[in-house]
């Protein structure tokens, strides 16, 4: 298994800050559902064990559609989403990765994942949120 580095990371106002513990080569995956398709970003699952909000919490806002699992937050000052709880892993949160401080990222890989055809996709991401 891979070395762990705490990763930190805010929205564009630094109203909202967070860190992830991942390794140094990040994973992550481009989805062309439609609010991601709108909104962009390259999105990383982490279980919520390697994720902590360091502050910022009264300045998050959230947006939900369809079945309302998913818990898209953005910052109420910049409308950045720095990460959200995805309805495919609910029991972890999916990091915006170009919300991260690139201090300790040696590289990043990004995926596709066709998340217009979510209900036959979502199960290659539920590993993503399990503890190693």
């Known amino acids: ?7 930190q990371g805010a ?9 992830i513990d991942a390794p140094s080569q990040l994973h992550a995956h481009a989805c062309n559902c439609s ?3 709108m909104s962009g970003g390259d999105q990383m699952i982490v279980p919520a064990s390697k994720f902590r909000l360091l502050c910022g919490e009264d300045a998050i806002t959230t947006y939900t559609f369809n079945t ?17 709880t995805p ?8 990091v915006n990765l170009r919300c991260l401080d690139r201090a300790h990222v040696e590289s ?5 994942f066709d998340g217009q055809n979510w209900e036959q996709n979502a199960g290659t991401l539920a590993h993503l949120s399990r503890e190693d």
Request: charge should be positive; glycine fraction near 8%; aromatic fraction near 12%.
């Open 11 to 19: 929205c564009h106002c630094g109203a909202v800050k967070f860190e």
């Open 87 to 94: 309805r495919s892993n609910p029991d972890g949160f999916s």
């Open 108 to 112: 990043i890989i990004v995926d596709v």
């Open 68 to 84: 309302g699992a998913a818990q898209h937050t953005f910052c109420k000052h910049c409308g950045i989403k720095p990460f959200y």
């Open 35 to 37: 609010i991601c398709y």
């Open 1 to 7: 298994m891979p070395e762990l580095k705490i990763h």
